[in-house]
């Protein structure tokens, strides 16, 4: 795992207007590739927001309009890009990440484990973790509820992933839970999380934002406030490295009889 550049884009979404969410994402996308990001996460829903009762009109598959803008701006701003959006597949409807790479091709697709309240009445959950190879090291999936389930984040660990990249549309009133989990899941693991939240507000919830790029310290490199921002700052390999020479989790773990 080489140094490298990552992003964490935080904006508002128009709920179900995929022409101006995706016209959002790609200033953010632009702006990030203006200054040599490697890595850009966006927020969760990225194209529709999160509007439960209007899953079923706004799905697509992997092949539809979303992912292949997402594909077209990671080739035109040479860049990696994470988001989520309304997959659908023989009939089920999914919350699905996906990761794109500077080439314009899909590195990995995630389809979220944990579902949040009543997203589990309109979305089906996924069942498998995901990793993918990338020249920066390996590197995982996750969905924002999932930060809260500490097996997520550790069995991504266990298979060698380097980062998390997480996009989220996590709400009031858990602010100090997000920055909390975050921080939780890059300590357990001794690895890196990258996390994007949205702000304003849909038909049900009201987002504070606070994306975060934290280190394997499960310390803050960088954080937005809750306005309009693009979090950047340069992922090193020696932190976790470093980290691990002193104490390593994973090694010390143990199994506990039930």
């Given amino acids: 795992m ?3 550049k990552v992003a964490a884009a935080q904006y508002d979404l128009k709920l179900g207007d995929k022409k101006e969410n995706l016209s959002r994402a790609e200033k953010f996308v632009s702006k990030a590739a203006s200054k040599d990001v490697d890595f850009i996460v966006l927020p969760e829903y990225v194209s529709t927001g999160s509007v439960p009762e209007r899953f079923k009109e706004l799905a697509e598959p ?8 997402l594909l077209h701006m990671s080739e035109k701003n ?11 597949e023989d009939g089920q409807n999914y919350n699905t990440a996906i990761l794109t790479d500077p080439k314009g091709e899909l590195l990995a697709k995630y389809r979220k484990i944990h579902l949040f309240m009543d997203e589990k009445r309109y979305v089906k959950n996924g069942t498998e973790i995901v990793t993918a190879e990338t020249e920066f090291g390996k590197v995982g999936l996750m969905i924002c509820y999932d930060g809260v389930f500490p097996e997520v984040a550790r069995r991504l660990a266990i298979e060698g992933v380097d980062m998390i990249l997480v996009p989220a549309n996590w709400p009031d009133p858990f602010e100090y839970q997000w920055q909390l989990a975050l921080s939780a899941r890059a300590l357990d693991n001794q690895l890196w999380i990258a996390a994007a939240n949205r702000i304003g507000a849909d038909d ?4 504070f934002g606070k994306s975060r790029i934290v280190n394997p310290y499960g310390l803050p490199e960088i954080e937005c406030g809750k306005n309009e921002e693009l979090a950047v700052t340069t992922v090193t390999q020696c932190i976790g490295q470093e980290f691990k020479g002193i104490v390593h989790f994973l090694k010390d773990m143990r199994d506990i009889p039930k």
């Avoid at 992997?62 to 803008?69: N, P, R, W």
């Avoid at 040479?78 to 659908?88: L, R, T």
């Avoid at 049900?204 to 987002?207: R, V």
């Fill in 2 to 4: 080489k140094d490298f």
């Fill in 204 to 207: 049900k919830f009201t987002y």
């Fill in 78 to 88: 040479n860049i990696h890009i994470v988001a989520s959006f309304i997959e659908e």
């Fill in 62 to 69: 992997i092949s539809g309009d979303t992912v292949t803008e």
